[in-house]
């Protein structure tokens, strides 16, 4: 590979890098505005200012490529000097809102400004603010922390493939904003909130929940369709606040979905059955061991087919397989997910961005175990056993004895006999196949809620259930 | 080694010690003002910057907090427990502002934190309670100190 020196340091690089990607391979920070590196370079921020020996003007150093033996500062007098002209200008009329905002600790110009910037301020004159229009449900605008570095609008373009964020009016009055005032059409606009430096554009399901830096994060996968986008879960106290992408040049790249992004609003869904449900018991919370036994007797004698969400684990699959097995011998097993989808075959790209058919996330690992797809019960078949983890639809099944293990939403309740509630993704670790054949692991972020266990345990429970005097 | 040192008798005696003892407490009961003071009745005055029980302060019946959780970020003893929300003419602003007093170490940190002069610790005190109580935004909102 070509090498360039980065203050004093060899740095290799791939042809066509630019400098602040060469400098980051070196552990060196060029500190930037508006590049971001899944987006196409306008260098208008002039943040990134370097020096290039040879060149007697100062760069900017995303949009300049690295060239063989270039020998590049990015600390010295002069670029320090225009690092601090930039973040001057930018906070002519960037409101003081840091207490208020919430980008404040995860913010590109605080970061910036601590770094690079002056802690004086020349300018007295009033600053600059604009009236916000409303930018739908996913995105809170306000236009005065604006910096007009254009990753929204350049987002909108060449990724979300919708034009709708526009720079509007010139010069010290540009605002940025939808047509119309219309609001944001895309599936994507959760990442506007992503991509903005400044608390310009921040979500409104996170609006004023925590601070960034109270958070803890979990680098998980999303289990929103069979891409499995790599995701961070940012949580505290057991309860998750918000979903962010995380880079993965391969899968989604630096974006998730909208659909992906609020998918962890069920975990804790107020309709979430969080303790063991008997159906005609009439008793209000029947307790685990006697939730087993009643499932037990409500397949009792059965001919029982095993329904499998395409949502559950690797791990979780196989240990219904042999748990099938056992208990239930020469039972079909089959999984389910979304309607219409019976198989790998069937799955495909859902739009060109990120979104795949599969709504759920591990249909390719339930082909790979060899589990067919849902069509209908068998004529014979008299009892089900459901396995469920969240977001596998739940098919038709008549009139026939069921029972229910996973997660599942108040109004599931009334069609099984019995409900014994496990774990959501953010609860569990486990892996899952993507479309691509790639294994990922999902992490365990919070502790299940109420009295939900783990698929294992309610399986452990099961078998136990039987040899504990009397129960079966 | 222990060596037995036999000590001259005027002072095995202890006569001269015990006298000078008594002269000791002779002189300060007889001579000096009292320390203690009559507690309930009698206040001792103490400094301005004494660190006692909290307050928001308020300007034109506003309160001066944004919620901006930088004192349950610094408090040592995570005793501030914080909700915001947002309302028409407040961006920001805390629906909920809980003191549990009984963790609360008045290190004075939150004090120092607050962007917005919001959270003061006032000269009380006086604080003992017979039961656990958590200081709400109400009562830390009339609760002015004696400033």
Known sequence: MPTCTIDGRQVEFKPGENLVEAAKRAGIEVPVFCYHPGLSVVAQCRMCAVEVQGIKKIQTACSTKAAEGMVVLTQSEPVKKARESVMEFLLINHPLDCPICDQSGECDLQDNSFGHGSAHMRYTEERRTYVDLDMGPVIKKNMNRCIHCTRCIRFGDEIAGIREMVAMQRGNNTEITTLDGRPLETDYAGNYADICPTGSLTLKDFRFKKRAWMVKKTATVCEGCSRGCNIELHWDHATVFRTLPRENASINRYWICDEGRFNYRYIHDEQRVISPVVAKSGAAAPGWPAAVVAAREALRGKRVELLLGSDLTLEEAQLIQKFAGDFFPGARLSHFGTPGIKSTSDDGDADKILKRKSKTSNLHGMEKLGVPGFGALSKETTGILVFRAGRAELPEWGGVAAVGVGVFMEPQAARFAALLPSATFAEKDGTIVNFAGVSQRLVRAVPPPGDCKQISEILMMWANSGRAGGAS | MLVDR??????????????????????????????????????????????????????NGVENCTACMLCPTVCPAECIHIEAGERPDKEKFPIKFEIDILRCCFCGMCEEACPKDAIKLSTIYEMSQSKRVVYDKEMLLVQRGNR
Request: charged share 25%; net charge positive.
């Open chain 2, 6 to 59: 036999k000590a001259p008798v005027t002072s095995r005696l202890y006569v001269v010690e015990i006298l000078k003892g008594l002269l000791i407490t002779m002189k300060n009961m007889l001579f000096s003002r009292n320390v203690t003071i009559q507690y309930p009745e009698e206040r001792r005055n103490y400094s301005d910057r004494l660190r006692g029980l909290h307050y928001i302060k308020a300007v």
